[in-house]
């Protein structure tokens, strides 16, 4: 027979009389709140105070490595942070080692969870405590192991505290040197399996039922790749509805491309934290995640050379109004800061001001003035990447603009289906401008991924296929938590532009039909998203771009009453303008070779090559 303490209390309580108490050391052992394969939690009562508590413990014995067991526990001990447990102490019995925690007023996930399980709303708030608290563990050199929803605890206030850090670790019967790159990436990696774990609580949470009805959390880690090939997504059939923003950061936290998940615990608590705000109405909507920011650096930078221009405005006393607004609109956010001056300020009052011809006759060369000097000096707060990055955008941005000018029917005014097109990138400029290293992570989701195939037979070589990335509304709310088309219109709304012109800066989604516009609003609307996604398709890979041009030809010649051949000849027009600069001699004089990467040739191969000048 095996001596007691060669297995855990639940296997010495077992053989028990029914009725019978079960002692561990001093602690008597009520129920069994959960066991894995790696660890366990006891309700039990402390008969020295008669106070209910919690005994944590590995459900294998450390041995000869339970001092550096009791060493990495008392570490993660002495971290003080209010969305971690605090032990009340750690403690050996017959060389199992434990750890007690508080009861009090809180219950474990596990407890709460029913097969309704959470509301998303509830669940939102409670992911992004415990992620809080795993990111302070994290930075601080600690890791859980083991994140169970009976790991977790909220109380009557809603107050969520993570329990057993480091109680599930492996054992390990000599340390690696502290701080050596050993450590640091078995930190590092384990971190990242406490991420995916919180992501498999919080699926289970709102399914009502565990991952591959699995109720171990670590058994479904290791049947998800890497080690495993079974994927988790949220079932479309479930007990609450989930909102969209929702489910998207759930399924990114479990989703079988490591490359897609989040990268640590803080980037999944701010997008769950984004959503939460954004969802609020009376917090401002989507605009809550940049009001501050809005407030602190403006909405985006003055370009490059503001100050060349500032100069050239001085001198323009008396000129003409279109000669002004060409000089504006030359800079997106001199464009921007007078379209929100005179549309906040409700100036004329009769309808919304989309014209900067309009809006410079109103305010005059005095307000244009007092525009550019409001604006932050470029780069703002950005960093040298991420200027460079923003730098991109914008001429891809404003050559949509031009290509729109050439898409839309004769009798439209082209400074307007300009700023349409921009506008309708407003998002994706705040985002780039005040969320460079989210907008990074966007942009990452939405690349497609090779991946390797499973191998028929041994012999058989290796088979790959290329898997979709996320669409850019998916992948904005598995980062920000909100969608960057909302932003931008929350940003719109927020200058004073009606609903009207919501409707004509919204792209219309891919996956929508596109039909013929019945009013001016919808050719404006339906040019500029052509264009955008004109250039977006321009700027994919070779191998992909001449298919996603001919799809977006599909897509809109028809209600554009356009001709493929015309909207050619559109992105042909802005290619030969590019080309242009790029045929001029070097400076030294000295010929050379050009060297373009090579495109496919066919009818779009002119306007491909416009794109790399």
């Not at 039990?44 to 014995?61: H, I, K, N, S």
């Not at 990074?440 to 898997?467: C, D, F």
């Amino acid at each position: 027979m095996a001596t007691p303490a060669q297995h855990p209390p639940e296997s010495r309580g077992t053989a028990a009389p029914a009725g019978a108490v079960r002692l561990f050391g001093r602690f008597q052992l009520l129920r069994l709140l959960g066991k894995s394969d790696r660890g366990m939690l006891w309700l039990a009562v402390d008969p020295r105070d008669q106070q209910e508590v919690m005994l944590a413990m590995p459900r294998t014995q450390p041995g000869e490595a339970s001092h550096s067991w009791q060493q990495a526990v008392r570490r993660g001990a002495r971290l003080n942070h209010p969305n971690l447990a605090r032990p009340l102490d750690v403690g050996e019995h017959e060389r199992w080692p434990y750890v007690v925690y508080e009861r009090g007023n809180a219950v474990t996930w596990s407890e709460r969870l029913g097969p309704q399980g959470l509301s998303g709303a509830e669940l939102a708030h409670w992911v992004a405590q415990a992620a809080q608290g795993l990111a302070f563990a994290h930075e601080a050199g600690a890791a859980h192991h083991d994140l169970q929803p009976w790991w977790l605890l909220v109380d009557d206030e809603h107050r969520v505290r993570v329990m057993g850090l480091e109680v599930a670790a492996a054992p390990r019967a000599s340390v690696t040197q502290p701080g050596g790159l050993d450590e640091l990436r078995a930190v590092r990696d384990a971190a990242g399996q406490d991420v995916l774990a919180l992501g498999l609580v919080a699926h289970w949470c709102l399914a009502g039922q565990p991952a591959l009805d699995e109720p171990d959390v670590g058994k479904v880690m290791e049947r998800m790749p890497p080690l495993g090939s079974e994927f988790v997504r949220l079932p479309w059939t479930v007990p609450r509805p989930i909102p969209e923003p929702l489910r998207a950061i759930v399924n990114r936290a479990t989703d079988r491309q490591e490359r897609h998940r989040y990268l640590n615990a803080r980037t999944l608590q701010r997008a769950l934290e984004g959503w939460i705000k954004t969802s609020t109405e009376q917090d401002g909507g989507p605009l809550a995640l940049l009001l501050d920011r809005l407030r602190q650096v403006g909405t985006l930078p003055a370009q490059p050379g503001a100050a060349d221009r500032a100069a050239h405005m001085a001198l323009m006393e008396g000129a003409r109004t279109s000669d002004l607004a060409d000089l504006v609109l030359e800079d997106i956010a001199l464009s921007f800061e007078l379209l929100r001056m005179v549309n906040n300020a409700q100036v004329g009052g009769d309808g919304p001001v989309l014209m900067l011809r309009r809006a410079i006759a109103m305010v005059g060369l005095d307000g244009v003035r007092r525009a550019a000097l409001s604006l932050r000096r470029w780069p703002g707060p950005m960093n040298e990447q991420a200027a460079g990055e923003m730098e991109t955008l914008i001429r891809r941005v404003k050559r949509a603009g031009r290509v729109a000018t050439r898409l839309v029917p004769a009798g439209y005014d082209g400074e307007v289906v300009f700023l349409v097109t921009l506008l309708q990138n407003l998002g994706r400029l705040l985002v780039q401008y005040h969320f460079p290293e989210e907008a990074g992570q966007i942009r990452r989701l939405m690349q497609p991924t090779v991946v390797t195939l499973p191998q028929k037979h041994a012999s058989a070589p290796p088979e790959t296929k290329e898997e979709p990335g996320m669409s850019a509304e998916a992948a904005s709310y598995a980062v920000l938590g909100a969608d960057m088309e909302a932003l931008g219109a929350s940003v719109a709304r927020h200058w004073g532009l009606d609903d009207s012109v919501q409707q004509m800066i919204r792209r219309i989604a891919p996956s929508a039909p596109v039909r013929t516009p019945e009013s001016d609003s919808d050719i404006l609307r339906v040019t500029a998203t052509c264009a955008n996604d004109l250039i977006d398709a321009m700027t994919l890979p070779a191998a992909r771009a001449t298919k996603a041009l001919n799809l977006v030809v599909q897509r809109y010649a028809r209600p554009l009453g356009l001709t493929g051949k015309e909207i050619q000849e559109a992105l042909q027009g802005e290619g030969a303008r590019r080309q242009a600069p790029a045929e001029a001699a070097p400076a030294d004089g000295q010929a050379r070779p050009a060297a373009s990467p090579k495109r496919p040739a066919g009818p779009w191969s002119a306007a491909l090559e416009g794109t790399l000048s």
